[in-house]
């Protein structure tokens, strides 16, 4: 790997790590809030209602999630540098509904703060499963973030799993800013970002999420399609339309 390629790629790591950091650092943040950690050794229990005994078992989730997250990341960034690494890595029997829920919990935080609402729509009884790498596990969190980050207040991301005799499709729809025809095929380009999406102050990105999940799908032989739909409206001066994610998972 020459120079200029190396450097790019821990200036990206580096970024994504920081990214992860900063989510643990609020979800910690909760939980020092609800714990009070400055009561150590003064002998006083806990005493939780039940509401925030929940808040405090989603963020307690959250943390233990985004620390297994810092290790996917990690192995990604190994099989960057060497792809042969991913003959070294674990392979899971995955089910992919449940993965895509524990992204959803994992982004709790950030949904709300959005108000943005993460719905998932799917049979969970049926244990549809396949074999996986371990670096599977960011590829739900890299869609639904996406998602979430992009999408105005007030909508709703919707997650549809359709069951096929040899396929999964999970199609992941939300409403964010339009994407050119002449851009569809970039978006999975590293670091490429679209106009529209440039324009959105509040919205800052790397352009690095699509390139990841084209990544994983391509290692595990997902077929992934993008679609944005015309225009329907324009928020601070920015078109605006409904963007789908489809992977198509083989199973069995």
């Known amino acids: 790997m020459d120079n200029r390629k190396y450097e790019n790629l821990v200036l990206d790591a580096m970024h994504e790590l920081r990214f992860f950091n ?3 650092k609020n979800l910690s943040e909760q939980a020092s809030k609800i714990v009070k950690p400055e009561k150590v050794d003064q002998n006083i229990p806990i005493s939780l209602n ?15 999630s985004l ?11 190994e099989v960057e540098l060497n792809p042969n ?10 089910n992919l509904y449940g993965k895509f829920d524990k992204a959803r919990r994992m ?22 499963v396949f074999e996986a790498y371990t670096i599977i596990d960011i ?43 002449d851009e569809l095929d970039k ?27 084209s990544y994983i799908c ?9 679609k944005s739909g015309e225009e329907t409206m324009r928020l601070d001066g920015i078109p605006h339309s409904i963007f789908e994610v489809t992977l198509s998972v083989p199973w069995g």
Do not use: W
């Open 22 to 24: 900063q989510r643990l």
């Open 218 to 226: 391509d290692l595990h032989g997902i077929n992934f399609e993008i």
């Open 50 to 64: 039940h509401q925030v005994a929940d808040q405090l078992r989603t963020v307690t989730e959250g943390i233990l």
């Open 107 to 128: 982004l709790n935080s950030l949904s709300r703060e959005k108000k943005v609402k993460v719905s998932l729509e799917g049979d969970k009884e049926v244990r549809r």
């Open 139 to 181: 590829l739900p969190y890299l869609l639904l973030d996406n998602a979430v980050k992009y999408s105005p207040e007030n909508m709703t991301v919707d997650v549809e799993f359709t069951y096929f005799d040899n396929i999964t499709e999970v199609k992941v729809s939300s409403f964010g800013p339009t994407v050119l025809k």
């Open 67 to 77: 620390s297994q997250l810092f290790t996917t990341r990690l192995d990604f960034i």
């Open 85 to 94: 690494a991913i003959e070294q890595m674990d392979v899971d029997t995955v």
């Open 187 to 213: 978006l999975t380009s590293k670091h490429y970002r679209g106009e529209n999406a440039q324009m959105m102050e509040t919205c800052v990105g790397r352009g690095l999420g699509l390139y990841f999940v």
